[in-house]
């Protein structure tokens, strides 16, 4: 029984079939990713993990309970973080403000008055923030408006807002989208430094083959809204029904 | 000091020293001289600059961190000065319990507006935020002040009358609004040096007082952690719903407190002028607030109240100023050049003040963007840079820091 099992979800837009019959099972403590070529139902696949979609049929079950019907933030304090295709921070804010947040929210819920109390004076999350800043290597940049940024710091620092909530599980959109080579390479060390340091399920959706090789321990293809194979990586190199859905029936 | 840092104490402090020095401050012109006409130090003036702060504050605290921009926000103004004047009809003339009262009703009735108006954001909950007020406006007008059940008294607006029960009402105790018998309309002393002449007025220092402690409540809620995740909601809604968090609660509690503000500076206007009008609640005086803040700089802490005292002053001042003035002003010229001038800044002042106005508006948002306090800053700036000419910043390889929200 995985972390996150998902059975027999479909989701139709008016006369596509985004997703057929999905079925996939995350194992704790695992690197998944999940590839396929454009159009294979990937973000919508994520969007239904997440609360933003609401699959027309079938299962999403997180840790034995479901999350079908839940609000994002619900489902995010259940223990699923995510990461964006494009880096979604705090632009408006400094980079502390932006790492403050989380820590409030892990600590106080979804929703708490606290409009009296100074953000200064809250010792634990300034801590907490200060901390999970230095393992990503940005205390130098706390007070930065984090708009400024680098987009490599950008994803850097919306990984460690999501790693400061200590989720059970980290969903990666594409993490590496439109990066130059060595700033793939970056992101990769940072994710296998990620993982090493704690446990932790990864659900990576990815393009890049060279990303997904390098960090996965198990591979799922979708190919037309479908899972194609699910195997490890070993295997799927080789698979030519992989090769097919990638490159066409000629290869 | 009171929780604050040491920037936010020297804030508060230059605050109050403006609030509590206002009759010596904005009184700088002789009495008898020509220029005594700019001079706004005068009770009912300093009383509207005082109670258009803080409405401006409670504003700002929706829009300036949320970025939900209320259209609406006089109807709560507006409920405020009914409720109090209920208050003063049915109780007695004091302000205390009126003003009590024009708060919590306002917050209800925010409570009300705020839920469905919030449903949507952007444009669409602007217009339904307007759509309320323009509502409560009507019902005020007219709808609730038929002979069978008259809530408001329509045009003729809600006022205390003789045969009022006023059960608390004591001999002996002022027939105006008084706090323990300290009537608001009079001055506890009138200060005459040389030639100026300054007015210390009841009514004034209690709404200055009232101010200042609204204000240092504004700050301590923009240092909270209540504060950051307003401003995570103008920032970026989707990241705040992915974090774990549900941005409904807080704009609807922000929503709640600014229209709470609302309610106050209405409920003070009624305890300086025991009199409600429908006029109140219309949709130009939700518009005026939205100016207010805009101008001052919204988001700050400092600029709604200067965008208030800016506005208002230039409502009360310029408004006055007519033809024969500016004949006095222009009589060095030759005769025909006197008539030109006059000609030509005429649309300008008297009645024409909003021309004045919007110009300085649109002025104000071309080129500080972000209002009254940018220009202060700018200015600072200068002062700063020439002050240490060798230490010139290099923006390229010193990212810019972000600018402290109270700047």
């Known amino acids: 029984m995985g972390i996150l099992e998902v059975k027999g979800v479909n989701k139709r837009f008016g006369g596509l079939q985004a997703l057929g019959d999905v079925n996939l099972s995350v194992e704790e403590n695992t690197v998944h990713a999940i590839i396929g070529p454009n159009g294979a139902g990937k973000s919508t696949l994520l969007n239904c993990l997440v609360g933003k979609l609401i699959p027309d049929t079938g299962s999403v079950m997180f840790d034995g309970r479901s999350v079908l019907g839940r609000t994002p933030y619900e489902i995010n304090q259940m223990g699923i973080s995510r990461v964006f295709q494009t880096p979604e921070i705090f632009g408006d ?5 932006n790492m403050v947040i989380p820590a409030f929210a892990k600590r106080d819920g979804a929703f708490r008055m606290h409009a009296f109390e100074s953000v200064a004076r809250e010792q634990d999350i300034v801590e907490r923030a200060q901390q999970m800043l230095e393992e990503v ?26 790693l400061l909530q200590e989720p059970r599980l980290l969903l990666l959109d594409e993490p590496t989208a439109g990066m130059a080579r060595a700033d793939t390479n970056n992101t990769i060390d940072l994710l296998k430094e990620i993982k090493q340091k704690r446990d932790i399920t990864i659900c990576i959706i990815e393009h890049d083959m060279h990303v997904v090789f390098s960090l996965a321990d198990r591979i799922t293809v979708l190919a037309q809204g479908s899972p194609l194979v699910e195997d490890s990586p070993e295997n799927i190199r080789g698979n030519p029904k992989v090769r097919e859905a990638y490159l066409g029936e000629a290869a | 000091m009171l929780g604050l840092n040491s920037k936010d104490t020297m804030l508060l402090i230059v605050v109050a020293f403006l609030a509590l020095a206002a009759p010596f401050l904005l009184n700088p012109f002789p009495t008898n001289s020509s220029l005594a006409q700019f001079n706004a130090g005068y009770p009912d003036l300093m009383q509207r600059f005082a109670i258009f702060g803080i409405f401006a504050i409670g504003f700002n605290i929706l829009f300036g961190l949320t970025g939900y921009l209320s259209f609406g926000h006089a109807a709560f103004l507006g409920v405020g000065s009914y409720a109090a004047v209920w208050m003063f009809k049915l109780l007695s003339y004091n302000v205390i319990p009126a003003i009590i009262l024009a708060v919590i009703v306002a917050g209800l009735f925010s409570v009300l507006i705020g839920y469905v108006s919030l449903r949507r954001s952007g444009i669409y909950f602007s217009i339904l935020t307007l759509a309320f007020a323009q509502m409560s406006f009507a019902l005020a007008y007219s709808v609730l002040s038929n002979p069978k059940f008259n809530l408001t008294n329509g045009e003729t607006g809600l006022q205390v009358y003789g045969d009022d029960p006023q059960i608390l009402h004591r001999e002996g105790l002022p027939d105006v609004p008084h706090l323990f018998g300290w009537a ?52 970026n809604q989707q990241r705040l719903n992915y974090t774990g968090l549900n941005p409904k609660p807080y704009t609807l509690a922000a929503f709640i407190i600014s229209g709470m503000y609302a309610g106050l500076a209405g409920g003070l206007l009624a305890a300086m002028d025991p009199l409600a009008g429908a006029e109140r609640m219309q949709w130009t005086a939700s518009g005026e607030v939205v100016l207010m803040t805009i101008l001052g700089g919204a988001g700050t802490l ?6 208030a005292g800016f506005i208002k002053y230039f409502e009360n001042i310029f408004s006055k100023i007519n033809d024969n003035v500016l004949h006095q002003w222009f009589a060095f010229l030759p005769d025909g050049m006197e008539d030109f001038m006059v ?3 005429h649309p300008f002042v008297g009645k024409g003040w909003h021309l004045t106005l ?50």
């Open chain 1, 93 to 97: 804010l400094t980079v502390f403000e």
């Open chain 2, 302 to 307: 400092i600029g709604p109240v200067l965008g």
């Open chain 2, 358 to 407: 919007g110009i300085l508006f649109m002025l104000v948002v071309t080129f500080l963007p972000g209002g009254l306090v940018e220009g202060g800053q700018r200015i600072a700036r200068l002062f700063r840079r020439r002050g240490k000419k060798t230490d010139t910043p290099d923006p390229e390889h010193h990212p810019k820091e972000t600018p402290h929200v109270a700047e």
């Open chain 1, 137 to 162: 290597n940005m205390l130098d940049k706390l007070h930065m408006h984090s708009a400024s940024l680098s987009r490599g710091d950008k994803r850097r620092l919306e990984m460690a807002m999501c």
């Open chain 2, 184 to 235: 608001m309309r009079d001055n506890f002393l009138e200060l005459e040096v040389a030639g100026w002449e300054f007015t210390f007025n009841n009514g004034y220092y209690l709404c200055a007082v009232i101010l200042l402690v609204v204000f240092y409540l504004a700050i301590r809620l923009f240092r909270s952690p209540f504060g950051l995740m307003l401003r995570a909601v103008k920032s």
């Open chain 2, 343 to 345: 000609f030509i800044v």
